[in-house]
């Protein structure tokens, strides 16, 4: 109930295409989902986060596509580029109970050919 | 406005020592998080603590792992003991007070990575 899945594990993608990335969850609970962005020796940074009430959001080339009812959310970069390569986390909270800790899932690491 | 800080970045200890880990969060933010991430592998919740209170510690190993945040001062994660099993990187959070509307964001520092030889 508190996992997070994501697919694929690593993504090849050329220069200008499309990355997607997929996950999926169990527990109904969870409200808040944000996706993060890992290079090399470094922390988790913030990219794009997305609540249950909205079924897309876009910042950017950055989209999260979310599905309530089958309890799934994706990533899109669109016009991906080189600098685009690093590992991609989705995650899982509850909102309403704040302060909760994040799920995350296992990771997708994306690699964007010149 | 300087971000989750962490020190030290790196960190070697042999079988038996204790490790120390230090996070001050985001000036304004009450609320830390801890996380391990093994190599090649996502992060797992530790423990998350706000001001001299523990308030989930359900990810924390039964034994050897401590976690506490002052009044004053940084956050520590306290590793007793540590075995080859610890070597990971971990990773503190810290989020803003509940009601602004970043409220469920976490932000990360730039994590410590420990290995015990």
């Known amino acids: 109930q508190q996992q997070v899945k994501q697919s694929p594990q690593s993504l090849i993608v050329q220069k200008g295409g499309i990355s997607i990335i997929n996950c999926a969850y169990e527990?109904?609970?969870?409200?808040?989902f944000p996706w993060y962005q890992q290079f090399p020796g470094k922390g988790p940074a913030l990219l794009i986060a997305i609540r249950p009430d909205v079924s897309e959001k876009k910042e950017g080339r950055f989209t999260i596509s979310f599905n309530k009812s089958a309890k799934q959310f994706s990533l899109h970069i669109m016009d991906s580029q080189p600098g685009d390569s690093a590992t991609y986390f989705c995650?899982?909270?509850?909102?309403?109970?704040?302060?909760?800790?994040?799920?995350f899932g296992p990771g997708t690491r994306l690699s964007v050919l010149p | 406005n300087a971000g989750v800080m962490q020190n030290p970045r790196h960190l070697v200890r042999r079988r038996g020592q204790e490790a120390r880990l230090r996070c001050s969060p985001m000036?304004?933010?009450?609320?830390v998080y801890w996380y391990r991430q093994l190599p090649e592998e996502g992060l797992k919740f530790m423990v998350y603590?706000?001001?001299?209170?523990?308030?989930?510690e359900s990810g924390m190993p039964k034994e050897r792992f401590s976690a506490e945040f002052p009044k004053e001062g940084p956050s520590i994660l306290r590793i007793q003991q540590v075995v080859r099993g610890d070597s990971a990187a971990y990773f503190c959070?810290?989020?803003?007070?509940?009601?602004?509307?970043?409220?469920?964001?976490?932000?990360f520092g730039p994590g410590t990575r420990l290995t015990v030889l």
């Open positions: 959070a810290s989020s803003p007070p509940r009601g602004g509307r970043s409220y469920n964001e976490q932000f």
């Open positions: 000036k304004g933010h009450s609320h």
């Open positions: 603590l706000q001001k001299e209170n523990i308030i989930d």
């Open positions: 995650a899982a909270s509850r909102g309403d109970n704040y302060g909760q800790n994040f799920v």
């Open positions: 527990n109904t609970a969870f409200d808040y």
